[in-house]
């Protein structure tokens, strides 16, 4: 099994730390990781507006690598870290192997238009960047890397 919780001090100088889960890239990973971010993220006592996001946003990442990172029948793995990101964020990151994607430089569909006029496609990334308070991707050692912050302080969020 591909289980694995250890930790990993943030790429900053905060001291702060992430606890992490590997699982397959499969759909049947999805309801741990959603256990595992939301546990986490009540256990920071996060407004329930801000665990809606959270849940709703991650939800819409993990789908995404699971759907579309690897090709079909590729047993790839994702790791899915959280936690505190300094004094007043809660992040969540997600990394895998697949086909490098960036979701920050896809074309937003346009939420004006008329389901019968939009392109397939893209709704899930216009959510995440609407919901999330920040993301940050790179591609790095041969991995997708998306980190989505999330305000503590839900009177601070957007």
């Not at 216009?126 to 041969?142: I, K, P, S, V």
Request: glycine share 8%; aromatic share 8%.
């Amino acid at each position: 099994m591909y289980t694995t919780p250890w930790r990993l001090p943030l790429p900053t100088s905060s001291g702060w730390a992430l606890t992490w889960l590997t699982l397959p890239a499969r759909r049947e990973s999805l309801d741990k990781f959603r256990n595992f971010v939301l546990d986490a993220a009540a256990s920071l006592a996060l407004p329930r507006d801000v665990l809606g996001k959270v849940d709703l946003v991650l939800e819409e990442v993990l789908l995404n690598v699971m759907d579309y990172a690897y090709v079909p029948k590729e047993n790839g793995s994702m790791d899915v870290g959280c936690g505190r990101a300094g004094e007043r964020l809660f992040r969540f990151v997600v990394r895998d192997q697949g086909r490098p994607f960036n979701p920050l430089t896809q074309k937003l569909p346009d939420p004006t238009k008329g389901i019968e006029q939009r392109e397939v496609g893209g709704m899930g990334v216009f959510l995440t960047r609407q919901m999330a308070d920040q993301l940050h991707y790179r591609h790095e050692g041969g991995r997708n890397i998306l980190e989505v912050d999330f305000k503590i302080n839900a009177s601070s969020s957007t």
